[in-house]
Structure formats: C-alpha cells, structure tokens
C-alpha cells in the first residue's frame, strides 16, 4: 500500500506489514544524498503516519546499496550553511521526537548527517558492510549533532575518536558499541521484518508509543539536542563560517583539489 497523500521525488514512502510499518526509501542512488528537499519529503511523509493509530514502526533505508552518504556539501557553504543547519537539526529533532520507534536500516555507508540521522533514530540495523563515520573534521568543518549526541548514543570516547578523526567504524564496532541493534546477513529488508515480527507486530501500538515517550520524555538525547545543539550551531555559524580553513575546505572537496590550510 503507498502513500496515498502524497507525492515525492527523493523518496518512497509505503505501508507494508498490513499498515504498521511505515517504509520509507530514500531513492537517490548513488549517494541518497540528504538534501533540503529529501529531508523535507522524509519529515513530510512521518508526520503524515504519525497519528496513526496502528504504526508500530518506521524503517528508514537507502537505495541502491548505500545508506547515505550525508548532508548536501554545496549547501555547506557559507551562503546557505546557517539555513541548511538550523533545517537539518529541525529534522534530527523530529526524528528524535516521533511518537513511534523510527529503525535505520543501513547498508554501505552511513556518512556525515546520514550518520547523524542514525544517531536520533530508536533502532539501528546493519548489513555486514554498514561503515558509519562523519569525515566533516577533513573538510575543516565539525558535525554538531554528532559533538551533543555521539557522546549519548556512542560513549564519549568513541563519539570523541570519530569527530576529532573523521575516522569510519565498521557494524562489527557498531554493534560492539550497543549503538547496532542487530546485523542481518543476505535481505536486510527482509531480515529486519522478520524481527519486527518477532519483536514489534506481537505488541499493542499504543503500547509502544507509551514506551517511546516513557523513553524520550526528558531523556538526555533530546536534552542534547536542546540548546547544546543551538550552541553547537551557533559556534559553527560564527566561528567555522568566518574562517578561512572552513570556506577552503567545502570549496577543495567541491573542486576536486587539495585544500590549502591556513590554520585559521
């Protein structure tokens, strides 16, 4: 069954498991890039499923054989990045927020704000060759949402290693980590409904709504995502957009060339 009320162009959004999971593709391939106009559809279709009475789930995947791999690099610079960012954390929150459990299925690469979106989901499933990872530090820029909730959802120590590097980790690391639910074999689509029949479809929707707000309500993810992302933003507006090394960085990777540091 699809979406009847809408139409999108960077996605498809469809019910599957007789209305209670909520399918959403992101069908941009290669990259599934997260644009504005992908994060928009994404929000759109959520909130159009999200009074449902009978959604047990969202299940957020990438087509092609990639996740994503992030956030629009051209709508990082500097001209755009301050709308880009206060609409990219808009969309973590409600991500973070919604009433029903929202499950990353990740295969290939989760990069950048794909990686941060994993962060603000419920569940996160993997494929064996799932990399996780946020490079922004090799472009002389940071990942806010990952500085506030890495260290919630990751542990400081790892979250720290992966901003500070721009290093990428592997399901097996994830998993390690309690961040990776469970990593499925073979069709992961079909892999991941196999435990929600298991685990979910069993239970009463209004249930686990209760339990996703018992969870949420004042937890120390969506404090995170409070105002220590709004300083986080704001630093990165005042201080990475007036930088020189900041601007160099975006405009190298969007050029092809190496960058040319000043250290400011």
């Known amino acids: 069954m699809t979406d009847q009320t809408h139409t999108y162009r960077t996605i498809d959004a469809s019910l599957v498991e007789d209305g209670t999971v909520l399918r959403i593709l992101l069908n941009r391939p290669k990259g599934n890039i997260l644009t504005a106009a992908m994060m928009g559809e994404i929000g759109d279709a959520m909130a159009a499923h999200a009074g449902d009475p009978h959604l047990r789930a969202v299940l957020l995947r ?21 709308g880009m960012l206060r609409a990219f954390h808009a969309f973590i929150r409600q991500v973070a927020a919604n009433p029903v459990p929202v499950a990353a299925l990740v295969e290939g690469r989760s990069l ?7 962060l603000a989901c419920h569940l996160v499933f993997a494929s064996p060759s799932a990399r996780f990872g946020c490079p922004e530090i090799k472009l002389a820029v940071f990942p806010p949402v ?4 890495g260290p919630v959802r ?3 120590a790892l979250a720290e290693r992966l901003l500070l590097t721009g290093d990428e980790i592997d399901a097996r690391t994830a998993e390690a980590a309690h961040f990776v639910t469970a990593i499925f074999e073979g069709d992961a689509e079909a892999a991941f409904l196999g435990w929600y029949r298991a685990h979910l479809a069993p239970l009463s ?5 209760e339990g996703v707000r018992a969870a949420r309500s004042g ?12 300083r986080a933003e704001r630093q990165y ?5 007036a930088s020189h090394d900041g601007n160099e960085g975006i405009e190298a ?7 040319e540091w000043k250290d400011a």
């Open 62 to 82: 990438g087509a092609g054989g990639n996740f994503s791999f992030g956030a629009s690099v051209e709508e990082h610079r500097r001209d755009q990045a301050p």
């Open 112 to 118: 950048g704000g794909a990686f941060e979106l994993t």
């Open 146 to 149: 990952l500085a506030v909730a």
């Open 154 to 156: 990751l542990g400081s």
């Open 205 to 209: 929707a209004f249930a686990i709504r």
């Open 219 to 230: 937890s120390a993810l969506l404090a995170a995502l409070g105002e220590p992302l709004d």
């Open 237 to 241: 507006v005042d201080h990475i957009l």
């Open 253 to 259: 990777f969007l050029s092809r060339r190496q960058p």
